[in-house]
């Protein structure tokens, strides 16, 4: 625990340097399936980098900002970057709000703590699996809105970390720390 405090306090000292960042992929398969959507939220702006269009600029993004923080991303999104791209592509710090929601208490994956933090979607009631659905739709028949809906549910799957990170600050360090 307290190596995941002193990774907390760094970001703290340097928010600016830290990249929010969720997946979406083919599958659950990191052998078989690909990424198809990476999105990032730096400095209050989203991004999303998508197969076949403009993935590889995520790179820009991922080899220069030493923090990356994720939800589940230590056996999902990391594996995936790294196989899509190279082993060489790894944060220097990496926050995984999976772990950490854990230490005060919050259980279950990525929606069920929105909603117990009272966070409300556009997207309310799509899961990964949607997303896989959503990206065929896309890639077999070219479907624009599948493809905005996708990027909608990323990003309001990466924004939404940063809303669940400082309310796990607050609750570890109090009211005292700006976030």
Known sequence: ???????????LKTPDQALFLD????????EKNGITLIGLYLRGQYRAFIQGIDLEK?????TTTPIW???????FDI??????????????VHLDLYHLSRLIGL???????????GLRRQTEGLNGYDAVKLWR???????????QRLIQYNQEDVVNLEVILNY????????????
């Open 58 to 62: 995520a790179l820009e993004y991922l």
């Open 168 to 179: 796990i600050i607050r609750k570890l360090f109090g009211e005292a720390v700006n976030t």
């Open 79 to 92: 594996p995936f970057i790294k196989k899509t791209f190279h082993e060489g592509v790894t944060p220097l």
């Open 137 to 147: 739709k896309w890639k077999e028949n070219g479907d624009y809105y599948a493809l």
């Open 69 to 75: 923080i994720t939800f589940g991303g230590e056996n």
């Open 1 to 11: 625990m307290e190596d995941k405090l002193r990774l907390l306090e760094l970001y």
């Open 23 to 30: 997946i979406e992929t083919e599958g659950l398969s990191k």
């Open 107 to 117: 259980r279950g994956g990525l929606k069920e703590i929105e909603r117990t933090l």
